[in-house]
Nanobody
Framework: QVQLVESGGGLVQPGGSLRLSCAASGFTLDYYAIGWFRQVPGKEREGVAC????????YYADSVKGRFTISRDNAKNTVYLQMNSLKPEDAEVYYC???????????????WGQGTQVTVSS
Protein backbone atom coordinates (compact mmCIF):
# COMPACT_ATOMS: atom_id res chain seq x y z
CA GLN A 1 0.00 0.00 0.00
CA VAL A 2 1.34 3.41 -0.94
CA GLN A 3 1.74 5.44 2.21
CA LEU A 4 3.56 8.41 3.72
CA VAL A 5 3.80 8.61 7.49
CA GLU A 6 5.00 11.68 9.36
CA SER A 7 6.48 11.47 12.83
CA GLY A 8 8.52 13.56 15.24
CA GLY A 9 5.97 16.18 16.18
CA GLY A 10 5.33 17.17 19.74
CA LEU A 11 5.61 19.95 22.27
CA VAL A 12 8.63 22.22 22.28
CA GLN A 13 9.43 25.56 23.88
CA PRO A 14 9.99 28.65 21.75
CA GLY A 15 13.54 28.60 20.46
CA GLY A 16 13.68 24.83 20.62
CA SER A 17 14.11 22.26 17.88
CA LEU A 18 12.32 19.28 16.43
CA ARG A 19 13.11 16.91 13.60
CA LEU A 20 10.19 15.62 11.60
CA SER A 21 10.42 12.43 9.56
CA CYS A 22 8.46 11.40 6.49
CA ALA A 23 8.73 7.68 5.83
CA ALA A 24 7.45 6.14 2.62
CA SER A 25 6.13 2.64 2.09
CA GLY A 26 4.82 1.01 -1.05
CA PHE A 27 7.01 3.21 -3.24
CA THR A 28 10.51 4.63 -3.25
CA LEU A 29 11.15 8.31 -2.66
CA ASP A 30 14.13 8.37 -5.01
CA TYR A 31 12.04 9.47 -7.96
CA TYR A 32 9.88 12.00 -6.15
CA ALA A 33 10.19 15.53 -4.95
CA ILE A 34 9.05 15.73 -1.34
CA GLY A 35 7.39 18.78 0.10
CA TRP A 36 6.57 19.73 3.65
CA PHE A 37 3.39 21.69 4.30
CA ARG A 38 1.66 23.00 7.39
CA GLN A 39 -1.86 24.06 8.28
CA VAL A 40 -4.08 25.12 11.15
CA PRO A 41 -7.89 25.36 11.13
CA GLY A 42 -9.11 28.45 9.32
CA LYS A 43 -5.82 29.01 7.56
CA GLU A 44 -4.72 28.09 4.06
CA ARG A 45 -2.19 25.31 3.82
CA GLU A 46 1.31 26.65 3.45
CA GLY A 47 4.22 25.03 1.67
CA VAL A 48 7.28 25.32 3.88
CA ALA A 49 9.98 23.32 2.10
CA CYS A 50 10.63 21.01 -0.83
CA UNK A 51 13.51 18.85 -1.97
CA UNK A 52 13.80 17.70 -5.56
CA UNK A 53 14.66 14.20 -6.72
CA UNK A 54 16.73 15.09 -9.77
CA UNK A 55 19.47 17.23 -8.27
CA UNK A 56 18.55 17.55 -4.61
CA UNK A 57 17.71 21.23 -4.88
CA UNK A 58 15.89 22.62 -1.87
CA TYR A 59 13.33 25.36 -1.52
CA TYR A 60 12.00 27.14 1.54
CA ALA A 61 9.24 29.52 2.41
CA ASP A 62 10.49 32.90 3.56
CA SER A 63 8.90 32.32 6.94
CA VAL A 64 11.19 29.35 7.69
CA LYS A 65 14.29 30.14 5.65
CA GLY A 66 17.40 29.95 7.78
CA ARG A 67 15.63 27.99 10.51
CA PHE A 68 14.38 24.83 8.77
CA THR A 69 16.38 22.33 6.74
CA ILE A 70 14.94 19.63 4.51
CA SER A 71 17.00 16.56 3.68
CA ARG A 72 16.53 13.06 2.37
CA ASP A 73 17.99 9.63 3.02
CA ASN A 74 17.02 7.47 0.08
CA ALA A 75 18.52 4.36 1.67
CA LYS A 76 15.98 4.73 4.47
CA ASN A 77 13.23 5.91 2.13
CA THR A 78 12.78 8.88 4.43
CA VAL A 79 12.77 12.66 4.20
CA TYR A 80 13.45 14.88 7.19
CA LEU A 81 12.60 18.40 8.23
CA GLN A 82 14.94 19.80 10.86
CA MET A 83 13.23 22.71 12.59
CA ASN A 84 15.33 25.04 14.71
CA SER A 85 14.56 28.29 16.52
CA LEU A 86 10.90 27.39 16.64
CA LYS A 87 8.38 30.16 17.11
CA PRO A 88 4.78 30.03 18.37
CA GLU A 89 3.57 30.69 14.84
CA ASP A 90 5.24 27.44 13.75
CA ALA A 91 2.70 25.49 15.82
CA GLU A 92 0.70 23.76 13.12
CA VAL A 93 0.04 20.31 11.72
CA TYR A 94 2.85 19.37 9.36
CA TYR A 95 2.32 17.18 6.32
CA CYS A 96 4.69 15.66 3.81
CA UNK A 97 3.72 15.00 0.22
CA UNK A 98 5.28 13.50 -2.89
CA UNK A 99 5.20 15.00 -6.36
CA UNK A 100 7.11 14.58 -9.63
CA UNK A 101 8.89 17.89 -9.08
CA UNK A 102 8.93 20.78 -6.67
CA UNK A 103 6.84 23.78 -7.54
CA UNK A 104 3.62 22.04 -8.57
CA UNK A 105 0.29 23.03 -7.09
CA UNK A 106 -1.10 21.17 -4.10
CA UNK A 107 -3.56 19.04 -6.13
CA UNK A 108 -0.67 17.79 -8.24
CA UNK A 109 1.03 16.08 -5.31
CA UNK A 110 0.50 12.36 -5.70
CA UNK A 111 0.64 11.23 -2.08
CA TRP A 112 0.02 12.88 1.27
CA GLY A 113 0.67 11.82 4.82
CA GLN A 114 -1.80 12.24 7.66
CA GLY A 115 0.21 14.90 9.44
CA THR A 116 2.03 15.33 12.72
CA GLN A 117 1.21 18.03 15.27
CA VAL A 118 3.83 20.54 16.31
CA THR A 119 3.10 22.63 19.38
CA VAL A 120 5.35 25.52 20.38
CA SER A 121 4.55 26.82 23.84
CA SER A 122 6.11 27.73 27.15
Amino acid sequence: QVQLVESGGGLVQPGGSLRLSCAASGFTLDYYAIGWFRQVPGKEREGVACISSSDGSTYYADSVKGRFTISRDNAKNTVYLQMNSLKPEDAEVYYCAAAPVCGVTDPEYNYWGQGTQVTVSS
